[in-house]
């Protein structure tokens, strides 16, 4: 049986390198708008990757993330917005606890965006936050035939782990930040 570290919540904002990761949340109008548009713009892209079609409109998004708000302050999942300085959503990415001292993370870019290290600017800002909440390590769930999420996972030192599935975990271990 897994045992979940106990997490209070995770951080509202996480601040890197010319990015921010800020919690999704759903009475902001603005903000679903702009992550619906960006989904449906990029819906062929995503689908053989990401099952998303509950953010294709802004009542149904609106409800996933009113759940996934709950699910952060328990310390399950952080569904964050991954912005430019400049407010511009570029992109999102979600850490979840595995439940073995491991968080999982899975995330998708608007396809303008790709090509520009903005999900290894993204890792880079939360491994830190991560370690700080008792994770011991950081698990990306990459599709095997996306080649693109493997050479980020390759570029940032992430270690392939057979799985058995069509899913590949390559795993970085995080430092000991006071656990």
């Known amino acids: 049986m897994k045992k979940f570290i106990l997490v209070d919540a ?14 999704h949340h759903a009475e ?36 996933v993330i009113e759940q996934r708000e ?6 399950m999942l952080a569904d964050y917005a991954i912005q430019l300085f400049t407010g511009k959503t ?10 073995d001292k491991s968080v999982a993370v899975s995330y998708y870019l608007d396809k303008q965006y ?3 290290g903005f999900i290894s600017k993204s890792l880079k800002a939360a491994e830190p936050e991560m370690a700080k909440l ?7 769930e990459i599709n095997e035939t996306n080649e693109n999420s493997i ?13 058995g599935f069509c899913m590949k975990d390559f795993v970085k271990n995080l430092p000991n930040l006071g656990r």
């Open 90 to 99: 570029v992109g999102c990415i979600c850490f979840t606890n595995r439940g």
């Open 134 to 140: 008792g994770f011991e390590k950081i698990v990306l």
């Open 114 to 116: 790709r090509g520009m």
């Open 151 to 163: 050479r980020v996972a390759n570029k940032n030192n992430y270690v392939f782990h057979e799985t």
């Open 28 to 63: 902001d109008d603005n903000h679903i708008s702009e992550l619906v548009n960006m989904v449906n713009r990029n819906q062929k892209d995503f689908s053989p990757y990401l099952d998303l079609n509950h953010y294709t409109n802004i009542d149904s998004a609106k409800k």
């Open 10 to 23: 995770f951080p509202e904002i996480i601040v890197g390198d010319d990015i921010f990761l800020q919690i």
């Open 70 to 75: 709950e699910f952060a302050k328990k310390g």
